[in-house]
């Protein structure tokens, strides 16, 4: 009796195990409770609002093109009203495609976690000490909330009536607002409407790619990351940057790649133990928001794609559980490799022959010819954020065509004069 009983609890115990661990790897549509919707957005940073006012500010970027909802975007820092110029900014974008939610998990919970903390958690001063971040939970709010209603779960563009039908077409109306972008926007491989990645009938035809692209040319930001997920799995757990295109690399793809690795490291996948992979082979040119972003404003910019594989299935809408497993490893791995980059960022100061400021000198580091890449410009107050990969020990700045050599050094702070 005692053994059958046992036997039984045994069988009863992998049944239940068995059942568990199915449903703890799949997809779960509508999302699961936890998930931020567009009210729970709204209301978080209405809430942050009042409880963080010295290190909090919101601003509304534009509006969407069909339903006229707001394009959201927040800033955490010790400076929150005013532009800091004295430290590198950080864009953390939560979406720019309606079906990938996984990512506004991690930048609203991102966010919550640097409020939490910032107080008591040195590593989180430290963090703020040393940069602004800048949040955008998502650029498609009239996607996303087709998604995050429930409604359907694989629509992906925004809500443009492209069959001028006057209703909404799921899944086949829309634009692909990560193809809209003016740099090699083709409307020729993504020509058909009704195509998920559908390019617009010009290039920055799209509100949310017009709000954007201002708000990336007042900012300038040092670093960006979009987060995404792999709708059919070919790209999951995955990181891209500018660009490999056939061969050709982009002026600053070593040092983006060193960053992309530090990132990697960081994070293992969710379902097995290897770690995230750093894309190095080629790149598509079809108006990608991280290859238009690099090119006009010099921001270091990474996709990084979340949600993992199980049994050959893409798991982008984890339940609640595994999604909170999801976040706090993202979170972590945001903390471990803003240190790093922290560690490695000089902030180079640029003065004249008589000690002021040189302000937006144009400045290219690498090499001096760059035919897509404008220049960077030092900021407002001379300065300048130059990223380190761990074995340069030199470089060449070009300063208004000119050549200056600077050293890596253990002082932060490095200062150019020009010569006349
Ligand atoms: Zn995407």
Redesign the pocket.
């Known amino acids: 009796m005692y053994r059958i009983n046992r036997k039984i609890s045994l069988i009863s115990f992998i049944i239940l195990f068995y059942v568990i661990t199915l449903a703890a790897y799949s997809n779960k549509y509508p999302l699961d409770s936890n998930y931020h919707r567009t009210k729970d957005i709204e209301n978080s940073i209405k809430k942050w609002e009042i409880e963080y006012p010295n290190v909090f500010y919101s601003e509304i970027l534009g509006y969407t093109g069909k339903d006229k909802m707001p394009i959201r975007s927040f800033k955490i820092s010790f400076d929150p009203k005013v532009k800091s110029f004295d430290k590198p900014s950080i864009l953390i974008i939560g979406q720019?495609?309606a079906s990938?939610p996984l990512g506004v998990e991690i930048c609203m919970r991102f966010a919550d976690y640097l409020l939490q903390n910032y107080q008591n958690n040195e590593r989180v001063k430290s963090l703020l000490r040393s940069f602004s971040f800048h949040f955008i939970p998502t650029i498609n709010p009239e996607g996303f909330e087709v998604v995050s209603s429930g409604i359907y779960a694989n629509h992906?563009k925004n809500k443009t009536d492209i069959n001028s039908n006057n209703r909404f077409d799921r899944g086949i109306d829309g634009v692909d607002i990560?193809r809209n972008f003016p740099l090699n926007w083709n409307n020729e491989t993504q020509k058909l409407p009704h195509d998920p990645h559908y390019a617009g009938e010009s290039p920055a035809s799209e509100k949310e790619t017009q709000a954007i692209i201002d708000f990336m040319k007042r900012e300038r930001f040092y670093l960006a990351i979009n987060y995404?997920?792999s709708y059919f799995g070919d790209l999951n757990e995955r990181i891209f940057f500018p660009w490999n295109w056939s061969g050709a690399k982009s002026p600053h793809w070593y040092e983006m790649k060193a960053i992309a690795s530090i990132i990697s490291k960081n994070l293992k996948k969710d379902y097995s133990s290897a770690n995230y992979l750093v894309h190095t082979g080629n790149t598509t040119k079809v108006g990608f928001l991280r290859d238009w972003s690099y090119a006009e404003t010099g921001t270091f910019f990474f996709d990084i794609e979340v949600g993992g594989i199980y049994k050959n299935k893409s798991i982008i809408f984890p339940d609640n559980a595994n999604m909170h497993i999801i976040v706090d490893k993202n979170i972590k791995a945001l903390i471990n490799s803003f240190e790093y980059l922290d560690i490695n960022t000089s902030i180079v100061k640029i003065i004249d022959s008589k000690g002021k400021p040189y302000i937006l000198s144009k400045v290219h580091y690498n090499t001096l010819k760059q035919d897509i890449v404008k220049p960077l410009l030092s900021n407002e107050k001379g300065l300048l954020f130059i990223f380190w990969p761990p074995d340069r020990k030199q470089l060449n700045l070009y300063i208004n065509d000119r050549k200056y050599l600077i050293k890596k050094s253990k002082s932060k702070n490095i200062i150019i004069k020009l010569i006349n």
């Open positions: 720019i495609h990938e992906r990560n995404h997920s």
